[in-house]
Every structure is written in C-alpha cells, then in structure tokens.
C-alpha cells in the first residue's frame, strides 16, 4: 500500500489557492481511477483506490498546512508503512507555473507543509513538485501562493491536472523518470 499525501487549507475559501493545488490532484487523481467515497480518518479526508495493480491510500490532512505531517504521520503509523510508500503533492515556487518535477528528500524550501512531515517522518519521502512560479520578490510570496489561481491561468491548470492523473501509474510503480517525461509530453500537446 502507497499513501500519496495532497497538502492545502481546508475549507471553501482556500479551494483555488495555489498553496492548494496538492488537494487539487488528488481530487483529480481519485476522481480519474474511481477512488471509493471520501471518508473522515486521519486527521483529513481519505479515499482508497488501485491504481494500476498498486492500492493507494489519498489523504488530504484537514489540519492546515502548518500539521501536515500530523495527518500524514497517523496513516503511516496506522499501516506501519516506511516512509519509501508515501508521496507528497505539494505546490513549488521555485518550479516555473505548470511544471511538476518529482524526487525523493531534498530540502524544504520554507514550505510548511514539508517542514511539518519532515518534523514527523524524516526527510526521505517522494516529493511530487508542482511548480507555481514565483511572484519575483520575496514581499510577494505569500499573497502569491495564498491566492487563488487567475482565470487566465484556469485552462493550463486542468490541463496539468489532468496530466498528473493521466500518467499516475507511473508514480504507482515507482517510475518517476517516466511520469516526468509522460507528463512533459502530454503538456505540449
């Protein structure tokens, strides 16, 4: 069993935040392979699915970004899992908007939903990155990320939504070098 961790705020006026945009793909990862109903456990909002032969467990903490890793630490304990079956969905300034890198570990560039699971677990986890962009001066950061996508931005955003879920299997499988490259290909289209 996998859990893959999507980080963001709970509740209705944080839904389109760029800081949301973890939330964002599992939503649509569940919503692209028939995941089962979302259920309260954890300390969030859970829902159990296969993708390809592998189950994974989505969990999005209902904690706030800041105990992330309270929720995230709860469901690894619950299915005594090491931190090689978690994966994190989180937005990334220093990633160009729309781009999605993944790796294992690294730093935790101020990000306070990584700092809170690496508080609880430890650094080594896969990390799914999905690049926001940077408003150019630090003053700007967090009104960046705590707001909400523009419109103009909308149609590239479902596209690369829908890309991380089109090629999901690949992260079920533990090739990550093959979900970025499937992932590039299907944003040029």
């Given amino acids: 069993m996998q859990i893959w961790a999507g980080l963001g705020n709970p509740g209705p ?104 699971i690496n508080q609880h677990l430890g650094p080594e986890f896969r990390r799914v990155r999905i690049g926001i962009g940077h408003p150019g001066h630090k003053d700007r950061v967090t009104g960046h990320v705590l707001g909400n996508f523009a419109k103009a931005e909308m149609d590239d955003l479902v596209q690369m939504l829908g890309a991380i879920g089109a090629e999901a299997e690949w992260l079920a499988n533990g090739d990550d070098a093959r979900f970025m490259s499937e992932f590039a290909l299907r944003m040029q289209d």
């Fill in 13 to 116: 006026q944080y839904a389109m935040h760029r800081h949301n945009v973890g939330f964002m793909a599992c939503d649509v990862i569940a919503e692209m392979h028939g995941f089962g109903p979302v259920q309260k456990k954890f300390s969030g909002w859970v829902q159990e699915g296969r993708i390809g032969r592998e189950k994974v467990l989505l969990l999005k903490p209902a904690t706030y970004m800041n105990e992330s890793g309270r929720a995230v630490a709860e469901a690894m304990r619950f299915y005594k899992l090491e931190t090689d079956a978690l994966t994190v969905f989180h937005d990334e300034l220093d990633l160009a908007p729309f781009k999605v890198k993944v790796r294992t570990g690294g730093g935790l560039a101020g990000h306070n939903g990584l700092r809170s």
